[in-house]
């Protein structure tokens, strides 16, 4: 099972490889559009990279709700959770 710190972790990583951003600029409260200036494209392959990591896609009507990496987390958490 992974925790959102995990999910941070790898999340961050993905980041920093798909976009070439630089580690210290992306916390919890980073925005992805103003803060790490991400554009839809990108998003697409950041839906893709998770579905790749995790076997599982994110819908794209969830993802348009995201603004930060922490509501990426949770959206991906949520994913990876077994159902109860």
């Known amino acids: 099972m ?3 710190d ?5 999340l961050r990583d993905a980041l920093v490889e798909l976009f070439e951003l630089e580690p210290e600029r992306i916390s919890l409260e980073s925005n992805l559009y ?6 839809s494209i990108d998003a697409v392959d ?14 794209a009507e969830e993802f348009k709700s995201v ?3 922490s ?13 109860a």
């Open 2 to 4: 992974q925790t959102r």
């Open 71 to 83: 509501d990426v987390v949770d959206a991906v958490y949520r994913l990876v959770q077994p159902a």
């Open 34 to 39: 103003q803060d790490l200036e991400i554009d």
């Open 67 to 69: 603004r930060t990496v």
């Open 6 to 10: 995990d999910i941070f972790n790898t």
């Open 46 to 59: 950041l839906i893709d990279h998770i579905k790749r990591q995790t076997g599982k896609k994110i819908a």
